[in-house]
C-alpha cells in the first residue's frame, strides 16, 4: 500500500483544507455513522493500527455505504481534511477521507480479530485473537466444527452459534467483487448471498432483472445485460423490460393492468427496436407477469387483488353468527327489528332523516360489507352516527374500529362520531409490529374517505383482519383516487356488495356559492363564480381572482387571517407552484422568528434547511412528507401541523430540537423527524384530500392545464368550510369538467375477481348445500 502525503500548513490554523491525499490506504471501520460516514483507524500493513492525533472519518461512496459495516476492511484512496465544529460550546476536532476511490477487502489476522470483536456479541479482542490463531478457521467454520470450536479458550456453545450464522462466507466476497467490478452498490452482496447463496453471481448473470428488485435502476441493468451479451430474443431479458414497462405503467397511471398494446409500444420505445407481439406472453412465462382478459398485470399485483376480492366475498357471503362466538347477535339480524333501533335514534336527532339515509341506514346494518357515497352536504356523517346508534342497540359492545388514509381526515372523524379513529397506516403498524394486540375476533371497521385507499393499503389491511368483520366504506367517488395504485371504491360498484349514491344535499344552504359550484362540477356543468371583489369582506363566499400575481394571493391570504387557512395547487414547481407560494407566505408571515437547528456532522450547530431550500421557523404550518412509526411521533405522509415552540439547544434525552402540534397532538421535532418536514402553507390538491379549512386559496397556473381533471378540481373546491377563492385562468374550470374523471381511466381488475369470487362462492355452497 501507498501513501502519499502533502502537508499544509494552514491545516494547524483549524481550517477544513486538505493536507493528506490517501492512495490505497487500508482502513478498518470502527464505528458506523450517519450520512454514509464512519470512524476508521488507519491499518499498517501488518495490522496493526497507526496511531492518530485526532479522530479519522471515512466519508464513503454513495455505492459503497450500505456495505461499510463495523469491522469491515477497506482500500481508500482520497484526499483528507481537518473538519471543526462545535458541540455543546466544545471545538470538535477530527480528521475526514472523502474517499474517491474505495476496494472491499478481506479482513486477517489482527484486522479479522478485530472484525469477530465488532460483530460478534459475546466475543471481545481477547477470544478474537485466540480464534484468528486457529488453524483453518474459515474452513472449521464453514464444516459447522462445533467441537473444535470450543476448544478454543472462552469460546461458549452460544457464542460458536454466533459465530456460525455470522461468519461471512468465501461467496460473500466473491459476489462483493463482482459487484465492484460492475460499479453496483456492494451493499447488494449481502442480500443476493442471503438468497442465492454460493449461485449468487450465475443467478444473476442468468436473470439481470433480479437487480431491479433489490433497487438497480432499469438503465444499470441493461447495461449488465449488453456485457452479458444478453438480447431482447432471450426470454428472461424481453420479460424483464415487460415488468420493467408494466411496473413504470401502474406507477405512471395508477392502474394495474396494461393492455397488449401499450405494453408492445412501450417495450419498443424502451429497448429502442421493436419488441416481439408476444413480450407479454413471455413475461407470464417466466413468471413475472399475469394475463387478464384486457391484458397484463405485475405478479405481485394480481395477488393482491385477488386476495383483496377473496376476503371481501367472504366477508359478505358469511353466513349470520359464523367464524366467531362472538357474532351470535347476527343470527337475531332482521330487518324489522333495524327499523325499529333507527327510530329511536332518530328521536335524538333535531331533523328526520331522508328516506335515502334511512335505506343507507338499515342496509349497512343489514350487509357485513356496504359502501356508501356521497358529495359534501349529502349526509354522510349523519348516516355514520346512525349506523354506529343502531349497531349500539342490537349489537352493544362489539368492537368498532374507526379509520382514513389522512390523520385529519381521521381526526375529523373521531370528532364527528366522538369514537376513536386512526389512520390506516397507523392501524395496521400497530397490529402488525412485535407485541402487536389480537384483534376481537368480531368486530366492525367504517374506512372513511375511502376513495384515498389504494391497492396496497387495502391487501395489509385484510391481512390482519379476522375473518367476521363487518366492513363500511364511505367516500365521494367524485373526489381524487388513491395516490397508490389500484381502486377499491370505485370499483366495489356494481357489484353483489350494497353501493349507495347520496344525491340529496342536507349540510350546506342551497344558497351557499360553495356547494353551488361544486355540484356543478361534480354533475359536468360549467357555473362559474363571481369575480373577487377588491375585499374579501365584498366578495361571495366563492369566487374567482383573475390576478394571479403572488403579491394579491398574500394580500387576500393575510386578509383571511394568514395562518389557519390553506393554498392548494395543482403543481409543486413555478409561480404559483407550492414550493414558491410556501415561500412568498413564509416571508409575508415574518422572518424574524427562531429556526429550527440542528448539529450538522462537519459544520455543528446550523439552521436546518428543507429540501426546497427553506427554513423551519416557530409558528411555521409544516407538512409531514414522509411517515414516521415511532410511537413517541406517530405522523405519516400527508399530516399538517404547526411548530409550536423551537428550543436553543437540543434538550432532554431524545436531543428534541423543538415541538410541533399536529393532528391536537404535540410532538417533540427531532434530528430523525426534520427530515420528514415542508413547510405548510400551501399544499398540492392531492396532500389536501381528506382535510378542511376556513378558507382555502385554489390556484388554477396555465401550466397545470395538462392534468386538472373534474377529480382534483372537485377535490380541491371541497376543502374550504367558508370561503373559497378560485385565483388564475377561469379556462381551466372548463377544460377540467370537459375533460371528466382520468380516475375512471385506470384500469384495474378488482371488480371482475369480486364477480369471479362471487359466483364461486354461490357454486360452493349450493354444492355443500346438496352434500348435507
Not at 437487480?211 to 452479458?228: C, D, N, R, W
Not at 356523517?381 to 362489539?398: D, M, Q, R, S
Not at 389557519?564 to 407566505?585: F, H, T, W
Amino acid at each position: 500500500m501507498n501513501v502519499a502525503h502533502f502537508f499544509d500548513p494552514s491545516a494547524r490554523s483549524g481550517i477544513a483544507t486538505c493536507n493528506v491525499t490517501h492512495v490505497r490506504q487500508l482502513v478498518q471501520v470502527r464505528k458506523c455513522r450517519s450520512w454514509g460516514c464512519a470512524t476508521v483507524d488507519l491499518v499498517n500493513l501488518d495490522g496493526s493500527i497507526k496511531k492518530r492525533d485526532k479522530t479519522l472519518v471515512v466519508k464513503f461512496p454513495e455505492y459503497a455505504r450500505e456495505a461499510a459495516t463495523d469491522g469491515s476492511l477497506w482500500e481508500v484512496s482520497g484526499n483528507e481534511y481537518l473538519n471543526q465544529f462545535v458541540v455543546n460550546g466544545f471545538l470538535v476536532s477530527e480528521y475526514t477521507i472523502d474517499a474517491e476511490n474505495i476496494k472491499f477487502l478481506r479482513p486477517s489476522g489482527r484486522m479479522l480479530s478485530r472484525w469477530i470483536s465488532s460483530n460478534i456479541r459475546g466475543i471481545g479482542s481477547v477470544i478474537a485473537n485466540r480464534l484468528v490463531r486457529v488453524n483453518n478457521l474459515s474452513a472449521l467454520i464453514e464444516n459447522c466444527d462445533r467441537d473444535a470450536l470450543l476448544d478454543v479458550a472462552g469460546m461458549s456453545s452460544d457464542r460458536v452459534q454466533r459465530l456460525f450464522e455470522q461468519w461471512p462466507d468465501e461467496s460473500l466476497y466473491k459476489t462483493i467483487e463482482w459487484l465492484e467490478g460492475q460499479q453496483l452498490p456492494l451493499g447488494l452482496g449481502n442480500k443476493l448471498v442471503a438468497i442465492f447463496g454460493a449461485e449468487a453471481i450465475e443467478k444473476v448473470k442468468t436473470h439481470p432483472f433480479l437487480l431491479m428488485a433489490m433497487g438497480v435502476s432499469f438503465e444499470k441493468t441493461m447495461q449488465i445485460v449488453h456485457e452479458l451479451n444478453l438480447s431482447m430474443s432471450d426470454n428472461c431479458v424481453a420479460a424483464g423490460v415487460a415488468l420493467h414497462v408494466t411496473v413504470r405503467f401502474a406507477a405512471k397511471t395508477g392502474s394495474t393492468v396494461i393492455d397488449s398494446k401499450t405494453l408492445v409500444n412501450a417495450c419498443s420505445h424502451v429497448i429502442k427496436s421493436p419488441a416481439p407481439e408476444s413480450v407479454g406472453d413471455i413475461g407470464v412465462e417466466e413468471g413475472l407477469l399475469v394475463k387478464v382478459k384486457d391484458g397484463y398485470q405485475v405478479y405481485g399485483k394480481a395477488l393482491m387483488e385477488a386476495a383483496v376480492a377473496q376476503f371481501l366475498v367472504d366477508a359478505h357471503m358469511r353466513p349470520s353468527g359464523a367464524n366467531a362466538l362472538l357474532a351470535a347477535w347476527e343470527k337475531g339480524l332482521a330487518r324489522g327489528r333495524v327499523a325499529e333501533a333507527l327510530t329511536a335514534h332518530e328521536s335524538s336527532l333535531e331533523f328526520e332523516l331522508t328516506g335515502e339515509q334511512r335505506e343507507a341506514v338499515i342496509s349497512a346494518v343489514m350487509a357485513p360489507v356496504c359502501c356508501i357515497s356521497g358529495g359534501a352536504g349529502t349526509g354522510k356523517t349523519t348516516i355514520l352516527n346512525a349506523i354506529l346508534g343502531v349497531f349500539n342497540v342490537i349489537a352493544e359492545g362489539i368492537p368498532c374500529y374507526q379509520m382514513a388514509v389522512a390523520g385529519r381526515a381521521a381526526q375529523r372523524m373521531a370528532e364527528s362520531t366522538g369514537r376513536p379513529a386512526q389512520t390506516i397506516a397507523k392501524f395496521i403498524v400497530t397490529h402488525l409490529r412485535d407485541k402487536k394486540s389480537d384483534l376481537p375476533p368480531n368486530i366492525i371497521l367504517v374506512i372513511d374517505e375511502a376513495s384515498m385507499v389504494d391497492l396496497l393499503s387495502m391487501y395489509k389491511l385484510i391481512g390482519i383482519l379476522p375473518s367476521a368483520t363487518r366492513i363500511l366504506f364511505v367516500g365521494d367517488a367524485s373526489q381524487l383516487p388513491p395516490v397508490g395504485d389500484g381502486l377499491i371504491f370505485h370499483a366495489l360498484s356494481d357489484t353483489p356488495f350494497p353501493f349507495f349514491k347520496l344525491t340529496q344535499v342536507k349540510r350546506q344552504s342551497e344558497l351557499s356559492g360553495i356547494h353551488r359550484f361544486a355540484t356543478a362540477i361534480r354533475e359536468s356543468e360549467l357555473e362559474l363564480p363571481k369575480r373577487t371583489q377588491k375585499s374579501l369582506l365584498e366578495s361571495d363566499d366563492c369566487s374567482i381572482e383573475s390576478n394571479s400575481s403572488i403579491n394579491r394571493l398574500v394580500e387576500l391570504w393575510l386578509e383571511a387571517g394568514g395562518i389557519g387557512n390553506i393554498v392548494l395547487s395543482p403543481i409543486k414547481k413555478g409561480e404559483l407552484g407550492v414550493d414558491n407560494i410556501n415561500a412568498q407566505l413564509q416571508r409575508a408571515a415574518g422572518l424574524n422568528r427562531p429556526a429550527l437547528y440542528y448539529r450538522d456532522e462537519f459544520r455543528g450547530w446550523i439552521s436546518w434547511i428543507t429540501s426546497t431550500g427553506a427554513q423551519l421557523l416557530e409558528g411555521d404550518p409544516i407538512l409531514v412528507v414522509v411517515n414516521n412509526y415511532d410511537e413517541e411521533a406517530d405522523i405519516r405522509n400527508g399530516d399538517l401541523g404547526i411548530i409550536t415552540e423551537v428550543f436553543d439547544m437540543p434538550k432532554y434525552e431524545n436531543g428534541a430540537l423543538g415541538v410541533m402540534e399536529i393532528n391536537g397532538v404535540a410532538i417533540f421535532v427531532t434530528s430523525d423527524i426534520l427530515v420528514k418536514l415542508q413547510l405548510g402553507y400551501a399544499v398540492t390538491i392531492h396532500k389536501s384530500q381528506g382535510s378542511e379549512w376556513p378558507t382555502c386559496f385554489v390556484m388554477l397556473p396555465s401550466e397545470a392545464s395538462h392534468m386538472i381533471d373534474q377529480t382534483l378540481l372537485y377535490t380541491a373546491v371541497t376543502r374550504p368550510i367558508k370561503r373559497l377563492v378560485m385565483i388564475g385562468d377561469n379556462c381551466l374550470i372548463e377544460q377540467a369538467i370537459r375533460r371528466g374523471s382520468l380516475a375512471l381511466e385506470r384500469k384495474t381488475y378488482l371488480r371482475e375477481r369480486i364477480l369471479v369470487a362471487a359466483i364461486m362462492g354461490k357454486e360452493s355452497g349450493r354444492a355443500s348445500m346438496r352434500a348435507a
